[in-house]
């Protein structure tokens, strides 16, 4: 039994992004707030898993945020054995921003504990730095470097590739996600996802 896994906070595009990579074959919760449990599809061998948007949700109150976290959280360890790939989506332009202002109030931004949380209980994860689009060329390699600074990761972002994908789900360029997910999967001798 393998599952992939995908987190983020709620508006990153999660939804866009899986409908993208997998089609109708993975149904979307598009009801912020209201699905508090990961919702699964099941595609060859792999158990593919969303997870709740976490973070900020309009109309909904910080104790219900804490308890999709502690879910959240939950549910990734009590199935961390099977869970070969987690793939935590960001708002690529948004990110640094968003974490500097947790920062500032000196509280460790979601996205971030679940970086290394995933990392720390062994998953491997990938970094899906989505809404790329929005970012002129000329600001992307800078915009990629704060992206891995907030992670913890030392710039230049290139340096890891094998980390960090930025996508644009809305565009349907998922090159560096697919090449990443499917880096994992030849290693794992399953090339049958995508
Ligand atoms: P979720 O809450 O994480 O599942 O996010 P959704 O998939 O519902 O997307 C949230 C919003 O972001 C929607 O308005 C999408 O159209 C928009 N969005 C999603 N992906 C992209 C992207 O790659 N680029 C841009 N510019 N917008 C995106």
């Known amino acids: 039994n393998l599952e992939i896994i995908f987190v983020g906070r709620s508006n990153v595009g999660k939804s866009s ?5 997998f089609g ?8 912020p707030g209201v699905t508090l449990r990961p919702t699964h599809a099941r595609i060859s061998d792999f158990l593919i898993t969303d997870m ?3 973070g900020f949700m309009s109309g909904v109150k910080d104790r219900k945020q804490d308890i999709v976290k502690d879910k959240t959280v939950h549910y990734i360890e009590d199935n961390a054995e099977r869970i070969k790939i987690g793939v935590l989506v960001v708002d690529g332009p948004s990110f640094p921003e968003i974490v500097d202002r947790w920062d500032s109030r000196d509280q460790i931004p979601i996205d971030v504990e679940m970086f290394d949380f995933l990392r720390e209980i062994g998953i491997d994860t990938i970094v899906a730095a989505n809404k790329m689009d929005k970012v002129k060329a000329d600001e ?6 704060e992206v891995a600074v907030r992670l913890g990761l030392e710039p230049p ?3 890891w590739k094998h980390i960090i ?3 644009s789900a809305k565009k349907g360029d998922l090159k560096a996600l697919k090449g990443l997910l499917r880096d994992r999967l030849h290693e794992m001798k399953r090339d049958d996802l995508f």
């Open 165 to 167: 994908a930025p996508i």
């Open 24 to 31: 109708a074959k993975v149904r979307v919760g598009k009801r």
């Open 17 to 21: 992004l899986l409908k993208e990579l």
């Open 140 to 145: 992307y390699n800078d915009l990629l470097d």
């Open 157 to 159: 972002w290139q340096n």
């Open 52 to 54: 709740p948007g976490f």
